[in-house]
């Protein structure tokens, strides 16, 4: 097996990625997410957020001043669940 | 090796679910991932890209360890599901499954990594067609249920607050709202309220979420707008309005960064505590590395029912292929490899900021200690009206006593404020 370290297990992202990327010049947490697509995977972001912004701060001094925008849902969700909500649009 | 029960006798099954075609039983009150770890099976899926064993490893709902399939809906959690009575459970993205994938071979073949901007760029559009109808068909995991389900009518509830996390703040948030009159429902991703002291044997004697609290057990708060927030439970989805939201969503674990740390095997304190108190032992030989209360709490079940336990102050390397099978760690300054079938890392938790942040909390970086901390005022309000936080979300590491101190001063902010028509 490869010897991999993992920063985001979602989307299989490993640290020597996001040490080529900040490399590269991706040294925002957006950047870097936009990039590696860390964060970006079922959990959105609930370990590896912070594992990036500890690494983007030690390798620039500064650490990313907010997350990246946690976006819903939280948890994975079947679509046909959300489907049965209302349509906003449409309420009276 | 795997995780066992500690005396298969000392709890009756109470029936049986299938895991990819094999019969596992399970006690009341399981949780799939539970009931699949005492029988031994740690490898759930394998991960997108390289195709990497995973297995459960926070047990709390914050990886995607223990994705499986469940009936024919793909991507549930299997800490979150309750086991129940002739589920049919499978493992995804695995071929022919989760212990044996073929598709392992992504792993080698990109020793390096895959850099999906700069695969094959150059290779010419014929290489790089063949090679995106590959990568689509290796990538994602689970494949869509074969029929089409309904959809059905979402439920709804109005109360005067909404608290989400039954830990103990959370808890004093809600008890002392409800004793002052006050319509309170609390979500819990738990089937019980309890929170992190449901893990812990030294917590203090519980107090009980009082029965005027309208409880909502084994549900996910998955989205959260004004004008309602989404929770996901046993029921289907429900959408809840209140005039308050409070958010005590707790930390989440991580296990840190050091090769290998994806192995089945490993898992954080706090899984490894959950699991000893269902009865369960992570391994036959367990390395606890990295220090506090969960780590002494992990070190002592284990070392009671008589496995032996290592414990060390940090990890180096995890070794293996398809589970853990050593941990080079560090203890007394010195790296020593040991051998060892499950690895259970302590590190400070960080706060689960992300609900509090999309009702408008606003999220800062803590530089003491390094993470994402959602700002509130002592009183638990934030920069948004009717938003607040309490508990460790916005204190990691915060004593129990303190948290509980946390839950009562917030409500009597909330209270003030829901009598004042300020929300």
């Not at chain 2, 009150?29 to 490893?57: D, Q």
């Not at chain 2, 994602?140 to 389900?149: A, D, K, M, N, Q």
């Not at chain 2, 007394?332 to 689960?352: N, W």
């Amino acid at each position: 097996m490869t010897s991999r370290v993992l920063v985001c297990r979602c989307e299989d992202v490993t640290l020597d990625e996001v040490e080529e990327a900040l490399a590269g010049g991706a040294t925002d947490l957006e950047s870097l997410k936009r990039y590696t697509g860390f964060g970006t995977g079922w959990c959105q972001g609930k370990q590896c957020v912070v594992a990036c912004a500890r690494l983007l701060e030690a390798r620039t001094g500064a650490a990313p001043p907010a997350p990246i925008t946690p976006r819903p849902p939280l948890h994975p969700v079947p679509l046909g669940l959300l489907a049965g909500l209302p349509d906003p649009e449409e309420a009276p | 090796m795997a995780p066992r029960r500690i005396d298969p006798r000392s709890q009756t099954p109470v029936g049986s679910f299938l895991h990819d075609g094999q019969r596992v039983a399970f006690r009341a009150g399981e949780s799939l991932a539970l009931a699949l770890l005492a029988a031994g099976r740690g490898s759930l899926s394998r991960s997108p890209k390289y195709h990497r064993p995973r297995g459960p490893l926070c047990l709390r709902g914050a990886c995607e360890g223990c994705l499986v399939r469940v009936g024919d809906l793909p991507g549930q959690l299997a800490c979150r599901v309750p086991a129940a009575e002739g589920l049919e459970v499978r493992s995804q993205n695995a071929f022919p499954n989760a212990s044996l994938d073929l598709f392992r071979v992504t792993d080698w073949f990109f020793p390096k990594h895959l850099d999906h901007h700069h695969l094959l760029v150059n290779a010419g559009a014929t290489l790089n067609r063949a090679m995106q109808v590959f990568a689509r068909r290796m990538a994602g995991l689970g494949t869509l249920p074969s029929e089409e389900h309904p959809f059905p009518t979402p439920s709804t509830l109005s109360v005067d607050a909404l608290v989400v996390g039954a830990g103990t703040a959370g808890m004093a948030v809600a008890n002392a709202l409800a004793r002052e009159g006050f319509q309170v429902a609390c979500c819990e991703e738990e089937p019980r309220p309890g929170g992190e002291a449901l893990d812990r044997r030294d917590a203090p004697t519980l107090t009980d979420l009082c029965d005027k609290v309208r409880f909502l057990g084994s549900t996910s708060a998955v989205a959260t707008f004004d004008d309602g927030t989404l929770c996901v439970g046993p029921e289907g989805l429900g959408l809840v309005r209140a005039r308050a939201r409070v958010f005590a969503t707790g930390c989440v674990d991580s296990v840190g960064l050091f090769p290998q740390n994806d192995l089945p095997g490993v898992f954080t304190a706090r899984a490894a505590a959950r699991m000893l108190r269902a009865g369960v032992v992570p391994g036959e030989r367990v390395v606890v590395a990295g220090s506090g209360a969960l780590a002494s709490e992990v070190a002592a079940g284990c070392a009671e029912a008589g496995v032996r336990v290592t414990h060390a102050e940090g990890v180096v390397e995890a070794h293996g292929t398809s589970a853990v099978k050593a941990a080079t760690v560090t203890a007394h300054g010195r790296a020593e490899k040991v051998k060892c079938d499950a690895l259970v890392v302590a590190l400070t938790a960080t706060p689960a900021y992300e609900l509090a942040g999309q009702a408008g909390a606003l999220v800062r970086w803590d530089a003491s200690a390094r993470c994402f901390i959602p700002e509130a005022l002592a009183d638990g309000s934030t920069r948004a009206p009717g938003v607040y936080v309490t508990g460790s979300v916005r204190a990691p590491g915060a004593a129990l006593q303190a948290r509980r101190e946390d839950g009562s001063r917030v409500a009597l902010q909330i209270a003030s404020d829901l009598r004042g028509g300020r929300l």
